[in-house]
């Protein structure tokens, strides 16, 4: 059962332009969601996150974008870059009293922003 | 080290063999976490510590998997009788605490079991 679904493994883009990932989630306990970019042979670095209690979250070239009633946020890159190439995973989290910081992942998307 | 350190960064194994990975988190770090990530899919959560011990093990696959922590810094994750399936690459995690906020990952051990 996954839980946290992004649909599209891959995506191509050009320098400059707007990049949109997206990523839907099932479980609607999940309040905390979390994007990770990755590069090959590296582990994952965290990039962005937002609380359920939100719906827009922003930072430089990178903005969160959260839809409770959709159960769908993306994760919009704004200009493209070439070092934004990578895996981007996105991650929900649940409050259940014990580990709030246990992350489920979606598959993740391949990102290529072409020069 | 200022990040988490992983160490063996690949481990070739046969079938049926006993493998340790040892995961030294960011110092400071109370909390650890143990991921697997198998070729195609997102990192899937196993266990995690809060202090020395285990407060999370329900990602554990079954009882050939065994993580801990005894001193509440380093830990090591432990899999008996390897099988083919187990073939991954295991990242470990830590972070400040239980508050919402990023986990800081290593850059994993990759494990290959023949």
Known sequence: DQQVKQNSPSLSVQEGRISILNCDYTNSMFDYFLWYKKYPAEGPTFLISISSIKDKNEDGRFTVFLNKSAKHLSLHIVPSQPGDSAVYFCAASRNYGGATNKLIFGTGTLLAVQP | ?114
């Open chain 2, 1 to 114: 080290g200022a990040g988490v350190s992983q160490t063996p960064s690949n481990k070739v194994t046969e079938k049926g063999k006993y493998v340790e990975l040892r995961c030294d988190p960011i110092s400071g770090h109370t909390a650890l976490y143990w991921y697997r990530q198998s070729l195609g899919q997102g990192p899937e959560f196993l266990i995690y510590f809060q202090g020395t011990g285990a407060a999370d093990d329900s990602g554990l696959p079954n009882d050939r998997f065994f993580a801990v922590r005894p001193e509440g810094s380093v830990s090591t994750l432990k899999i008996q009788r390897t099988e083919r399936g187990d073939s991954a690459v295991y990242l470990c995690a830590s972070s400040l605490g239980l508050a919402r906020g990023e986990l800081f990952f290593g850059e994993g051990s990759r494990l290959t079991v023949l």
